[in-house]
Antibody
Framework: QVQLVESGGGVVPPGRSLRLSCAAS????????MHWVRQAPGKGLEWVSS????????NYVDSVKGRFTISRDNSKNTLYLQLNSLRAEDTAVYYC????????????????WGRGTRVTVSS | EIVLTQSPATLSLSPGERATLSCRAS??????LAWYQQKPGQAPRLLIF???DRATGVPARFSGSGSGTDFTLTISSLEPEDFAVYYC??????????FGGGTKVEIK
């Protein structure tokens, strides 16, 4: 079954850290670029970060640069997002998503999504 | 950063009616635009990419058009399961990848 399953969300106070995971199955994970997209409560979608299929290139939305780190372990078919120095405005459901294309560079569309993991930053 | 503006914010229609959703980009994005559908409590679903290509399994009643800065998603005849929020997204110039604010299609 082709799917993505996120985990690692929770409630944390401002300034703390969290590590999100996204387990992929049913497809050749190592062939695809991957992304994180978030959605604040009652709001729209916001792209957060992307990583090339081999992990060689990463990029981030400005609001998380220097605080969040995307990574992947192709041997474990898992995508990660390390969230440091969390702020209230980082509160959202975080989705991992597969890029529509294989190889380099990612095409920048999301054709497979997980169900999301909720991150709440609150004291 | 390319800003996408969707209109209207809410579209109230009845099943069987035609829905026309608009997405305008702050600068030309050629045809590098996608549309997603999101239902309450669910992840988004890719409908259309590169302006007019339907994703796998998407019914033919969904179609996309446009180029440059103005784009349209058309649902030819609304089915009950089509009532949802729709987002456009551009990949012309990134990072960042950007989304529009969404259009809610609700039952009239």
């Amino acid at each position: 079954q082709v799917q993505l399953v996120e985990s690692g969300g929770g409630v944390v106070p401002p300034g703390r850290s969290l590590r999100l995971s996204c387990a992929a199955s049913g497809f050749t994970f190592s062939s695809y670029g991957m992304h994180w997209v978030r959605q604040a409560p009652g709001k729209g979608l916001e792209w957060v970060s992307s990583i090339w299929y081999d992990g060689s290139y990463k990029n981030y939305v400005d609001s998380v640069k220097g605080r969040f780190t995307i990574s992947r372990d192709n041997s474990k078919n898992t995508l990660y997002l390390q969230l440091n120095s969390l702020r209230a405005e980082d509160t959202a459901v975080y989705y991992c998503a597969r890029d529509i294309g294989r190889g380099l560079p990612p095409r920048g569309y999301f054709d497979l999504w997980g169900r999301g993991t909720r991150v709440t930053v609150s004291s | 950063e390319i800003v996408l503006t969707q209109s209207p914010a809410t579209l109230s229609l009845s099943p069987g009616e035609r829905a026309t959703l608009s997405c305008r980009a702050s600068q030309s994005i050629s045809t590098y635009l996608a549309w997603y559908q999101q239902k309450p409590g669910q992840a988004p679903r890719l409908l259309i990419f590169d302006t007019s290509d339907r994703a796998t399994g998407v019914p033919a009643r969904f179609s996309g058009s446009g180029s440059g800065t103005d784009f349209t998603l058309t649902i030819s005849s609304l089915e009950p399961e089509d009532f949802a929020v729709y987002y456009c997204q551009q990949r012309s110039t990134w990072p960042p990848l950007t989304f529009g604010g969404g259009t809610k299609v609700e039952i009239k």
